[in-house]
């Protein structure tokens, strides 16, 4: 197949879309699939886009066989809801434009969302070259910003449900990444034929990469002889991180243990001023971190926590940083009922505590520091989970049987679309 992929993050950057479908676009190259990646210049999430890219419309290259067709778009750090909504829909813009022109004739078009307008670049595409439509959803937005307050007009709100619902029952299949978006798209009138699920994970090639030694991370961030809980990830409004804090404060009296921050976000610089106004000294940011850096963060904490804050849209989710902190084989407290918590109770890799909850996660620390035997078996029992249920390349292959069956329900399917060779990507800038 000739698959074409609309998604505005991708490797450099780091967050959770941009490195499921390059894992995935990877896999499908390895398969012998031809796969055209449809993306935004790097920035995530300083918004400042990265040397090398500046200055451009188009930029197109090869990454591990995967054709990357780069369309400008408005750089805008991940925090304030306007600004960030511009950098959406210029990327919106230039991707439909860029991408019709520049981009070869696909099977088929995928659009992973969020962000939601990528979704709707990747529907226009599908529907100029008369070809299948599979959305992905990874987040159940405008609702999503909705119930975080980012978005409050109704009048926006209205022509923006209008506009999901339609991609929804526009979509030769909905590929969703929690069983909890099901009941939702059946609500919105898809049939449960046109549902494939098919969840985040880890590449084996994440695991296996040289980390740094446990102990030498430890001694450069001066953790030796701490407990150290982590929380690796975005730094933004849905993840209550004031919470951990707050549990900090609880903990100070109990100075071996010590918690740590790495990543980026719009809360970052709010919650190091709160630690700061608090003076808490069992507390560290390191900022953003490369990618490369996070095996040996993982392996330097004792226990990482998974926090959101206490919406109802979040008992739907599966936050993608479940699966690598359990691949890494380090337990987890997780504060995200419903099918995040369902799955940590299910794999045993961790324990599930109420969201919010400052009380409940100093007591699950206590009890797991405590219990360096349950902190091990945890940590097992996790990582076999993920090895067993959650590796990227079998996930890769369960999406490319999805969208090879959408492709095979057209008019001629996929032997008439790949009967002649689709034309290269044009125009190198």
């Not at 494939?196 to 430890?218: K, T």
């Not at 990543?263 to 608090?278: P, S």
Request: net charge neutral; charged share 20%.
């Amino acid at each position: 197949m000739q698959i074409t992929v609309v998604c505005q993050y991708f490797p450099p950057e780091s967050n959770a879309p941009a490195i499921r479908t390059f894992e995935h676009a990877r896999e499908w190259v390895r398969r012998g699939h031809q796969v055209t990646v449809i993306t935004g210049f790097p920035n995530h999430p300083s918004g400042v886009i990265h040397p090398g890219y500046r200055g451009k419309w188009l930029r197109c290259e090869e990454v591990e066989g995967i054709e990357v067709i780069r369309t400008w778009l408005y750089a805008a750090p991940n925090r304030g809801f306007g600004r960030r909504v511009l950098s959406f829909l210029s990327f919106f813009g230039s991707s439909v434009v860029l991408g019709r022109i520049y981009g070869p004739r696909p099977d088929v078009v995928v659009g992973t969302s969020p962000q939601f307008f990528a979704a709707v670049s990747a529907y226009l595409l599908s529907r100029m070259h008369g070809v299948p439509f599979v959305f992905e959803l990874r987040d159940i937005w405008p609702e999503s910003a909705v119930e975080l307050g980012a978005l409050r007009s109704r009048l926006l709100l209205r022509p923006l449900l209008a506009l999901q619902r339609h991609l929804y029952r526009s979509a030769a299949r909905v590929v969703i990444v929690s069983e909890g978006f099901r009941a939702h798209l059946h609500e919105a009138g898809v049939p449960d034929e046109r549902i494939a699920y098919v969840p985040n994970g880890i590449d084996p090639s994440f695991l296996d990469q040289p980390a740094e030694d446990r102990e030498a991370v430890r001694a450069r961030h001066g953790l030796e002889g701490k407990f150290v809980v982590s929380y690796l990830g975005t730094h933004g409004m849905a993840h209550g991180l004031g919470t951990l804090l707050e549990a900090a404060d609880a903990l100070r009296g109990e100075p071996d243990v010590h918690f740590l921050f790495a990543g980026d976000g719009a809360e970052r610089e709010a919650l190091e001023r709160r630690a700061a106004a608090m003076g808490l000294p069992n507390v560290t940011f390191l900022g953003q971190q490369p990618r490369a850096a996070l095996v040996g963060l993982y392996r330097a904490s004792d226990v990482c926590v998974v926090p959101l804050r206490n919406l109802p849209m979040f008992r739907k989710v599966l936050p993608s940083k479940l699966f690598e902190i359990m691949g890494a084989g380090v337990p987890v407290i997780c504060s995200v009922p419903g099918q995040a918590g369902e799955l940590v109770t299910r794999s045993g890799g961790g324990v599930v505590i109420p969201p919010e909850d400052p009380d409940a996660l100093a007591g699950a620390i206590r009890a797991l520091r405590a219990d360096p035997e349950r902190l091990r078996a945890m940590g097992e029992a996790g990582r076999a989970f993920v090895l067993r249920e959650h590796l990227r390349p079998d996930l890769a292959a369960r999406m490319a049987e999805v969208l090879a069956a959408a492709v095979n329900e057209t008019p001629g399917g996929w032997l008439q679309a790949t009967s002649e060779p689709a034309p290269a990507v044009g125009g190198r800038v």
